[in-house]
Every structure is written in C-alpha cells, then in structure tokens.
C-alpha cells in the first residue's frame, strides 16, 4: 500500500507538471534561464521527496501521538449536503492562517530560516521550485505543528478536494510565466504575487507570505500588490546552492557562510 501510495502520488505530480511547463513554454516570463539553476532545483526537489518518502512513517508516528496526546480532533466536521461546503471554507480559512502564521515564523526564526533559505537561494523559479526545500523541513514542520489534527476530525471524502484545492496555487507558485492578474492580484495568490516575496530587491523583503489567498498579508500589512509589469529578479543574495552537498547540509553552510542571521 505505501509503494502504490508513492507511485499515485507521483505519477499525478508527473502530470501535473507536464502541463505546467506547457505554460512555461507558451508564456515564458525569463525566455533564458540558467540551465544549471533548473538542474539545482531538480537536485534539491529530489532529496526533499526521497527524505520525505523515507521519513514520512516517523514523522506520521510522531504527529499521531501529539495530535492523541492534545485530544486531538477537537471539532468534527460535516460533510452532508451544504456542511461539506462550510467545512470545506472553514479548513481553507485555518490552513490559511496556519500556513500564513508558519511562513512568518520561517522568515524569523533563526533555525527555521537556516533550512527555508535553501528554498529562497533559488535563482530561476520554475515549476520545479515548489519542490525545492531542505529535505528535512517538511517532515519537521508537519509533525511539529499538526494544527488541522488538533483542531478538526476531518471526513475522508474531503481530503482530496482539499490537497487538490491547495496543490494548484500553492504548488503552482514559482511558474516561469509572464501573467499579471492586475486589479484581481490580490485575490488568490499567483506566480506574479509569490514572485514579489522570492525578490531580491529590500522593499519586497517579508511581503506575500500567503499560501493560497492574500487575505491574511492584507490583514497582517505584509500584502505587496504588484504593478502590472512588476516581475523583480529573485535568489538570496550572497548564497547559492550547487549540488547534492549543499542540498545535504545547507542548515550548516547556511551557518558557516556567516549569512545565518540574515533574516527575511
């Protein structure tokens, strides 16, 4: 069951991104990319799954005895007739906050933004960069910090709509294309909007934090609507991954480099 798990998994990821890199190709916003970027994305992007493949038993171990040892599923959720909808707003309201809440936290603590800046060194954002992340982040962040587990016992026929739901603007994010949603820019968050928070320029600097809807960067003052033409150069300057090693390791270097306390 777990290897049909990964191979579902991964064959919907597969098309998922075949279809995205046709819009890449259409409407290619750097027609140039650096082809040894792209490679380091899909380097970083395979570690983070086989690391999270190979600690995802550990890591749902140790969630299950949190989420039991808070009570967890404090609030069970509906999902006959209109319940379903309400549920569904409500888990997308609080995997917002949560998410929008952990983001932050991930620009300004020191050990969080040690791993997170492996995913902001990113030069050429793809549709690979989604996936480009320390390999033990995940793992760590989902087992840490359970929120939908404590609060909510959620029916299974929601999970899918939920990660599909999630999966498209959240996963979706980092695509090379030149697309502008103008005056909607503030609606759902999109490629040109995640562009702004990866910008190396210091007054995007802690804007679009959100995950799939502005609603709490506009909230919390940290939503940057973007201009129509507004598509800043993106990476962490003075850092920059290479390879495997760095993929390994980056927390370390990360520290070593002398950049360790530079948060944004």
Not at 192 to 213: P, T
Request: aromatic share 14%.
């Amino acid at each position: 069951m777990f290897f049909l798990h990964i191979m579902v998994s991964t064959a919907f990821i597969g098309v998922i991104f075949l279809g995205a890199r046709q819009f890449e190709k259409r409407f290619p916003l750097e027609i140039h990319q650096c082809t040894t970027e792209v490679v380091v994305d899909w380097k970083m992007a395979g570690l983070k799954w086989g690391g999270g493949q190979l600690l995802a038993p550990l890591a749902n171990a140790y969630t299950i005895v949190l989420v039991n040892a808070a009570g967890g599923g404090w609030f069970q959720l509906r999902s006959d007739g209109w319940w379903f909808l309400l549920s569904l707003i409500l888990i997308i309201l609080v995997i917002d906050f949560s998410g929008y809440v952990t983001h932050r936290a991930q620009h300004a603590i020191p050990v969080l933004w040690a791993m997170h800046s492996l995913h902001h060194s990113a030069e050429a954002l793809s549709a690979v960069t989604g996936a480009r992340h320390f390999w033990l982040e995940f793992p760590f962040l989902s087992s840490v910090f359970p929120v939908l587990g404590i609060l909510f016992k959620i029916p299974d026929e929601m999970a899918l709509p939920i990660a599909l739901i999630y999966f498209l603007p959240d996963g979706l994010a980092h695509l090379n294309i030149r697309l502008s949603l103008g005056r909607f820019a503030l609606v759902l968050n999109n490629p040109q909007y995640h562009r702004i928070h990866h910008s190396l320029e210091a007054q995007h600097f802690d804007k679009n934090f959100c995950k799939m809807l502005p609603l709490f960067d506009l909230i919390f003052g940290t939503a940057w609507k973007p201009g129509e033409d507004e598509f800043p150069k993106t990476g962490l300057a003075g850092e920059k991954a290479t390879g495997f090693v760095d993929g390994l390791i980056w927390p370390i270097r990360h520290r070593l480099s002398g950049a360790g306390s530079f948060l944004r």
